[in-house]
């Protein structure tokens, strides 16, 4: 079982920069996949993205390529997401979620994620 929190939303101009957290409780973090997405009002929940079990093989969604950086610290038990350069299409419930299967094609879908946060909020302003 993996709880997971997430931490660092806020409300920020375009052009700006907000780091999420998410600290998972659980001895078990490592052996997780590590994902992020994002719910804006009234459409679906989108993949925005994902790291591997080291960290070391990253993944992003086209609309947040160049922009986002998604890391994680397993001596901390925590995966990070660095928005730089914010639009206000990035405005959205933002979530963390945790992936047991072993397979990186899974990683874009939420069905594959077994773990879930309670969601950040994040606001970018025009």
């Known amino acids: 079982q993996v709880q997971l929190v997430e931490s660092g939303g806020g409300q920020v101009q375009a052009g700006g920069s907000l780091r999420l957290s998410c600290a998972a409780s659980?001895?078990?973090?490592?052996?997780?996949?590590m994902g992020w997405f994002r719910q804006a009002p009234g459409k679906e929940r989108e993949f925005v993205a994902a790291?591997?079990?080291?960290?070391?093989?990253?993944f992003y969604a086209d609309s947040v390529k160049g922009r986002f950086t998604i890391s994680r610290d397993n001596t901390k038990n925590t995966v990070y997401l660095q928005m730089n350069s914010l639009k206000p299409e990035d405005t959205a419930l933002y979530y963390c979620?945790?992936?047991?299967?072993?397979?990186?094609?899974?990683?874009?879908?939420?069905?594959?994620?077994?773990?879930w946060g309670q969601g950040t909020q994040v606001t970018v302003s025009s």
């Open positions: 659980g001895r078990t973090f490592g052996n997780y996949l």
């Open positions: 790291c591997s079990w080291s960290g070391s093989t990253t």
């Open positions: 979620a945790g992936n047991s299967v072993r397979d990186y094609s899974t990683i874009y879908y939420a069905r594959h994620y077994d773990y």
